[in-house]
């Protein structure tokens, strides 16, 4: 028998893979002629940028670089401190088993570690270590049952639901370019550090569009030419629209920042400047919140039906939680006398994350490579480790969520006191971002397979057992809620108790006598 249905259709953005990558790249730098031999590396960091990254079968392929920098002695000159930059490039293919060609994925690297060996005096090997952590996401239409006329005379089994529809998925790339101007400096040499994270972010959506507004935040580490070192900081605006079809003001937008590409240089076109290029790319997920009645469960108690019932995995709830962990401590150097800090290279690492009630507890440590310098600029390095904790307060339950978090070192200063003894003040950016993702059951396909079997009874009586619901009696009887609640005087169906008898009338023989 044919049975007369109402469908709806779902767009859903589904959670396919999650996955955290390790990898390792190794690269060899041939110091240029215009510099002199190596005799020792102080500092080695780098910035990571991924400029492509494509979902194939079975494997996501990552291509990018880490844009090296690595301040040295040099053998020829030991007052002299020198910078060398250079580009180590990478290409991986990362094996994530449910991958399919077309699907999307979020990506978050991280440099874990970064670090420069003297091989000789002209030449030095670069070893990095990246963590990736991968969000692989499906774009799929999902039809099924909202609805069956009650002339079907089918019992259904409802349950409200908020759920983000996927309105659609648009991409843009940005291009920031700025020139920073050093004063007081008549002959700048080179760069000898670069850092940069995408801070200050924002969104507005409008229809069919949306304006992503955000900063890249630098800074930067210089020698002059007379052997001078000096610091710069700025911040470049990073703004850009992104068109998506159907986007309205009441959806939801979960944005995305890439760094895919990062030039800081001397501005050979204008004295005493550095010249600044950023590429970023963006991705905006968009949903349309709607709340919704699901079929959970059905039965006919007239006929055998047969359905298929779907677990859909999608994404519902999007959190991002942004805090400054302030750390405040003295540390304690031994010889430092008649030196002052020209930098300090600062790699926060959580060691251990623990959920609790309505908490997210990170601890880990910083991990310091302070960088010292006397009047006669003698370079001289320490090694510290400050260990810290980090609470975040959760309203909502977490369980079945992805949870990224995200570290960056927004403010540091040092202050050397005597006796060796350093205050420390630094700030971290703590961004953590929660996607929850829900399992919703949907029906997608329905028929009749034949009668159900005839019971010969009017009504009969049944002890209630642990478990049971009115549904779940009203369905292996054959009968319906509401006529066992009517007949048992039962006003709240939610309220049944084990041991509790209930009467259970005939639904066939009931119509009849109502019928007649």
């Excluded at 975040?392 to 540091?412: F, G, P």
Aim: charge should be negative; include cysteine; proline fraction near 2%.
């Amino acid at each position: 028998m044919i049975i007369e249905t109402l469908k709806e259709t779902l767009h859903v953005n589904k959670s396919v893979a999650t996955k955290k990558e390790i990898i390792m790249i190794e690269g060899d730098m041939i110091v240029p002629d215009s510099k002199p031999d190596i005799l020792k590396t102080i500092s080695t960091s780098g910035i990571t940028s991924i400029y492509k990254k494509e979902v194939l079968d079975g494997k996501i392929k990552v291509d990018g670089n880490i844009n090296a920098y690595i301040m040295y002695m040099s053998e020829d000159d030991t007052d002299k401190v020198r910078g060398l930059t250079t580009n180590l490039d990478f290409s991986e293919n990362i094996q994530i088993v449910n991958a399919k060609d077309g699907m999307n994925c979020k990506l978050k690297t991280t440099l874990k570690n970064i670090e420069a060996k003297v091989i000789n005096g002209r030449k030095i090997g670069i070893k990095a270590t990246i963590e990736m952590e991968f969000n692989v996401y499906s774009n799929e239409e999902i039809e099924f049952i909202r609805d069956i006329p009650e002339t079907q005379g089918i019992k259904m089994l409802k349950e409200n639901l908020t759920v983000n529809s996927l309105v659609g998925v648009g991409e843009n790339k940005i291009y920031a370019k700025d020139t920073i101007a050093i004063n007081n400096v008549d002959n700048l040499a080179e760069i000898l550090k670069a850092n940069i994270f995408i801070g200050d972010k924002d969104i507005k959506v409008s229809y069919n569009k949306i304006l992503t507004k955000a900063e890249a935040e630098i800074k930067i580490l210089y020698l002059t030419e007379d052997n001078r070192i000096g610091n710069v900081e700025t911040k470049v605006p990073v703004v850009g629209f992104i068109d998506i079809a159907n986007v309205t003001e009441e959806n939801i937008c979960d944005v995305d920042y890439e760094i895919k590409n990062v030039v800081i240089k001397p501005n050979s076109a204008e004295e005493h400047s550095i010249y600044i290029e950023v590429e970023v790319g963006v991705t905006a997920f968009v949903y349309e919140e709607k709340q919704m009645q699901l079929i959970q469960d059905l039965y006919s108690p007239i006929d055998t039906l047969d359905f298929n019932q779907r677990k859909i995995t999608t994404i519902t709830v999007k959190n991002s939680n942004r805090g400054i962990k302030q750390i405040r401590e003295k540390i304690t150097l031994q010889d430092i006398e008649n030196k002052n800090i020209i930098d300090v290279d600062i790699i926060p690492i959580i060691e251990k994350e623990e959920k609790m009630d309505n908490i997210i507890r990170y601890e880990g440590q910083l991990e310091l490579n302070v960088i010292l310098a006397s009047s006669e600029l003698q370079i001289d390095t320490r090694n510290v480790k400050i260990p810290f904790e980090y609470d975040v307060d959760i309203m909502k339950d977490i369980s079945n969520s992805n949870i990224s978090l995200t570290m960056e070192i927004q403010n540091q200063d040092f202050i050397v006191q005597d006796g060796g003894i350093i205050n420390c003040n630094i700030d971290i950016q703590m961004d953590i971002d929660i996607s929850k993702n829900t399992t919703i059951n949907v029906i997608d396909e329905l028929e009749t397979i034949g009668e159900r079997e005839k019971e010969d009874y009017s009504i009969l009586m049944y002890i209630v057992k642990k478990g049971d619901s009115l549904w779940k009696i009203a369905k292996e009887f054959g009968s319906s809620v509401e006529d066992i609640a009517i007949t048992n005087g039962i006003e709240d169906e939610n309220k049944i108790m084990p041991g509790q008898k209930i009467f259970i009338p005939n639904y066939t023989k009931l119509k009849m006598t109502n019928n007649v």
